[in-house]
């Protein structure tokens, strides 16, 4: 016996492609040590060693971009996985969260909600969205899932005295552990049947003619209803506007953006890369999701009086667009996914950090009333509010025209030429609660005359923003690319 254990030898895994996810790790724990030591005056230190954070994972992931650019390296017994597309979705990750964290920090001072934790818990989320993106593994994409959820919940009610942050958190935390369990049982049951948590094992029992057993359709179903839900497509929408609504803006900013981004990588790698050969089986399945989720939000967002209520059915109504890209079952479709949820997180950061820009102490501009007259005030911040909602619209030539315009081109090229039509439809519908934000800005009286005067970071990086979703829309063929040779790279 001792000769056995003293023969066994452990091979050390490969921590290059890890790397980021290491440094991240590292330095959100030790922010949280260091911000107990830190008063309120000098705060600021976690807020800027956070953004350090954010860019040292992407110096990192540039850096090391070349070991696995051609093709997707494993480790860790394989259930981590570094490849191009992981690669370019942390990148963005990345980017998001620096811009949450600088539009959030006037914001949280001015409610004395200016604390470590918001920091330190989003930087775990984003531990968790960088695990869930380069997840190879049943197990690495739950514990990715969980921990990002888990930094969610207690950022959305990070404000405890308010009642209603308070009932937004339990509702997302009930409706998550709900959706979380039906992701696990549709897991539970994959492995049942294939007898392996490796998503390449799972592709590989599929392919070799798993698509007639009725166990494994059952796993499909469960595992398409806790990735929609992660998502937020409809009809397992019902949290998202509440939780927009309820939790601090600075953290609806949060939710908003990056986590769609792991969201959509997690979809990747369940179903295409795992699931890639029963694409027959789950097409239907989004088929669906995507028409009523487009549905939904337009039509329901049409009501709404409140801003962040009508950024969440839209966002409803965008994730229907991106799975449009997705259920098409090829190389183009995807590349277009990629896109328009990259497109997606751009806009929706700019969208919600202009209500933070509005916002004060004691007044939440979440009201479309509360942005008459903004051309008035600050004719630059109308520009720009005015650019994010001509895209969020699909309006040329802006960038969210060429997000719609790809997976659209990709749906009519793989001869669903009604499903093309009907979401041309929504797209249309949906563009009235958009110019009707451009309306109020620069055809109706300004009720509140005081002066924007933003801190200065906040002000650069929202107009960068804006200009990058004009710029980047006169020239889209670049992130284009850059998603098309990313889902190359990974071999989906």
């Given at each position: 016996?001792m000769?056995q254990?003293a023969?066994?030898?452990f091979d050390?895994?490969?921590m290059?492609?890890?790397?980021p996810?290491?440094?991240?790790?590292?330095m959100a724990?030790i922010i949280?040590?260091?911000?107990?030591?830190?008063?309120?005056?000098?705060?600021?230190?976690t807020?800027l060693?956070s953004?350090g954070?954010?860019?040292?994972?992407?110096i990192?992931?540039y850096?090391?971009?070349?070991a696995?650019?051609?093709?997707?390296?494993?480790?860790?017994?394989?259930t981590?996985?570094?490849?191009?597309m992981a690669?370019?979705?942390?990148f963005?990750i990345y980017l998001?969260?620096a811009?949450?964290f600088?539009?959030a920090?006037s914001?949280?001072?001015e409610?004395?909600?200016?604390?470590g934790e918001?920091y330190v818990?989003?930087l775990?989320?984003?531990?968790g969205?960088m695990?869930l993106?380069?997840?190879?593994?049943l197990?690495?994409?739950y514990?990715?899932?969980?921990?990002?959820?888990?930094?969610?919940?207690?950022?959305?009610?990070l404000?405890?005295?308010s009642?209603?942050?308070?009932?937004a958190?339990?509702?997302y935390f009930?409706?998550g552990?709900l959706?979380?369990?039906m992701l696990?049982?549709g897991?539970?049951?994959l492995?049942g049947?294939t007898r392996?948590?490796d998503?390449?094992?799972?592709?590989?029992?599929?392919?070799?003619g798993?698509?007639?057993?009725m166990v494994?359709?059952?796993?499909v179903?469960?595992i398409v209803v806790?990735?929609?839900?992660k998502?937020?497509a409809?009809p397992?929408h019902?949290?998202?506007?509440?939780?927009?609504?309820g939790?601090?803006t600075?953290v609806?900013?949060?939710?908003?953006?990056?986590?769609?981004i792991a969201a959509?990588?997690?979809?990747?790698?369940?179903?295409?890369e795992?699931l890639?050969?029963?694409?027959?089986?789950?097409q239907?399945?989004l088929i669906?999701l995507?028409?009523?989720?487009m549905?939904v939000?337009?039509?329901?967002?049409i009501s709404q009086t409140?801003?962040?209520?009508m950024l969440?059915?839209s966002?409803?109504a965008?994730?229907?667009?991106?799975?449009?890209?997705?259920?098409?079952g090829?190389?183009?479709?995807?590349?277009?996914s990629?896109?328009?949820v990259?497109?997606?997180?751009?806009?929706?950061?700019?969208?919600?950090g202009?209500?933070?820009?509005?916002?004060?102490a004691?007044f939440?501009a979440d009201?479309?009333?509360?942005?008459?007259?903004?051309n008035e005030?600050?004719?630059w911040?109308?520009?720009?509010m005015a650019i994010?909602?001509?895209?969020?619209?699909?309006?040329?030539?802006?960038l969210?025209f060429?997000?719609?315009?790809a997976?659209?081109?990709t749906?009519?090229?793989s001869g669903m030429?009604?499903?093309?039509?009907?979401?041309?439809i929504f797209?249309i519908i949906?563009?009235?609660y958009?110019?009707?934000?451009i309306?109020?800005?620069?055809f109706?009286?300004a009720e509140?005359?005081?002066p924007?005067?933003?801190?200065?970071?906040?002000?650069v990086v929202?107009?960068a923003?804006?200009?990058?979703v004009l710029?980047?829309g006169?020239?889209?063929s670049a992130?284009m690319?850059?998603?098309a040779?990313a889902l190359a790279?990974?071999?989906?």
């Amino acid at each position: 016996m001792m000769e056995q254990l003293a023969s066994t030898t452990f091979d050390m895994p490969d921590m290059i492609p890890a790397l980021p996810e290491i440094f991240v790790l590292t330095m959100a724990c030790i922010i949280l040590v260091y911000d107990l030591f830190l008063s309120d005056r000098n705060r600021v230190v976690t807020y800027l060693m956070s953004i350090g954070t954010l860019v040292g994972a992407a110096i990192l992931t540039y850096y090391y971009h070349g070991a696995h650019a051609d093709h997707p390296v494993l480790t860790f017994s394989g259930t981590f996985v570094g490849d191009s597309m992981a690669d370019v979705l942390k990148f963005f990750i990345y980017l998001s969260t620096a811009g949450v964290f600088i539009y959030a920090r006037s914001y949280l001072l001015e409610r004395n909600l200016f604390k470590g934790e918001f920091y330190v818990l989003g930087l775990f989320g984003v531990l968790g969205m960088m695990v869930l993106v380069s997840a190879h593994n049943l197990l690495t994409v739950y514990l990715g899932l969980e921990l990002l959820a888990l930094s969610q919940y207690a950022m959305v009610g990070l404000h405890r005295d308010s009642g209603v942050a308070s009932e937004a958190a339990m509702k997302y935390f009930v409706l998550g552990a709900l959706a979380s369990g039906m992701l696990l049982y549709g897991m539970s049951m994959l492995y049942g049947v294939t007898r392996s948590l490796d998503l390449g094992e799972i592709s590989a029992f599929v392919a070799q003619g798993g698509d007639d057993n009725m166990v494994l359709m059952f796993a499909v179903a469960f595992i398409v209803v806790g990735v929609a839900f992660k998502l937020g497509a409809a009809p397992f929408h019902m949290w998202i506007p509440d939780v927009y609504h309820g939790a601090p803006t600075a953290v609806t900013l949060y939710i908003g953006t990056a986590p769609k981004i792991a969201a959509f990588a997690m979809l990747m790698r369940l179903l295409v890369e795992g699931l890639g050969d029963l694409h027959s089986q789950w097409q239907g399945m989004l088929i669906v999701l995507s028409i009523l989720s487009m549905a939904v939000g337009n039509i329901i967002a049409i009501s709404q009086t409140n801003l962040k209520r009508m950024l969440a059915y839209s966002t409803i109504a965008h994730i229907g667009f991106l799975l449009l890209g997705v259920l098409t079952g090829d190389s183009g479709g995807y590349a277009a996914s990629m896109f328009y949820v990259i497109v997606y997180a751009l806009m929706g950061l700019g969208g919600f950090g202009m209500i933070v820009l509005l916002s004060r102490a004691g007044f939440e501009a979440d009201n479309l009333e509360d942005f008459k007259g903004l051309n008035e005030r600050s004719p630059w911040f109308a520009f720009m509010m005015a650019i994010l909602m001509f895209s969020m619209a699909g309006v040329p030539p802006f960038l969210g025209f060429w997000a719609k315009f790809a997976v659209l081109e990709t749906v009519v090229r793989s001869g669903m030429v009604w499903l093309a039509v009907v979401a041309v439809i929504f797209a249309i519908i949906g563009a009235y609660y958009y110019l009707r934000v451009i309306k109020l800005m620069y055809f109706d009286k300004a009720e509140d005359k005081t002066p924007l005067m933003p801190p200065l970071d906040m002000k650069v990086v929202i107009s960068a923003n804006g200009l990058a979703v004009l710029a980047l829309g006169l020239y889209p063929s670049a992130l284009m690319t850059l998603c098309a040779g990313a889902l190359a790279g990974s071999n989906l």
